[in-house]
């Protein structure tokens, strides 16, 4: 599967963005979903994820009660809605996807979009 995300810019602390992330093949709906994020300087870093199904997403801490997950299988696409920006929010946000929700959630899935970069301003 290829994956293409979309959706960043530059916003100010208190706002709001929405990341897109297109996926091609036909088996899109077979694969778990998730965002990861890395920082200037820093690790990437876990930040959302859903299952095939869209039940039960789960949340890194750091963004939980801000940040939505969705998806769209019948689009073949992956929604980040981000609400109340943080500085520390910004980072290049990436979407990646494998078969296995486990490996999601580790941040080691098979595949990986190219990277939209979110910066938010104080």
């Known amino acids: 599967v290829q994956l293409q995300a979309s959706g960043g810019g530059l916003v100010q602390t208190g706002g709001s963005l929405r990341l897109s992330c297109a996926a091609s093949g036909r088996t899109f709906g077979s694969y778990a979903m998730g965002w990861l994020r890395q920082a200037p300087g820093k690790e990437r870093e876990f930040v959302t994820a859903?299952?095939?199904?869209?039940?039960?997403?789960y949340y890194a801490d750091s963004v939980k009660g801000r940040f939505t997950i969705s998806r769209d299988n019948g689009k073949n696409m992956v929604y980040l809605q981000m609400n109340s920006l943080r500085p520390e929010d910004t980072a290049v946000y990436y979407c990646?996807?494998?078969?296995?929700?486990?490996?999601?959630?580790?941040?080691?899935?098979?595949?990986w979009g190219q990277g939209t970069l979110v910066t938010v301003s104080s």
């Open positions: 859903i299952g095939w199904t869209g039940v039960s997403p």
């Open positions: 990646a996807a494998d078969t296995k929700y486990t490996k999601i959630l580790r941040g080691v899935g098979d595949y």
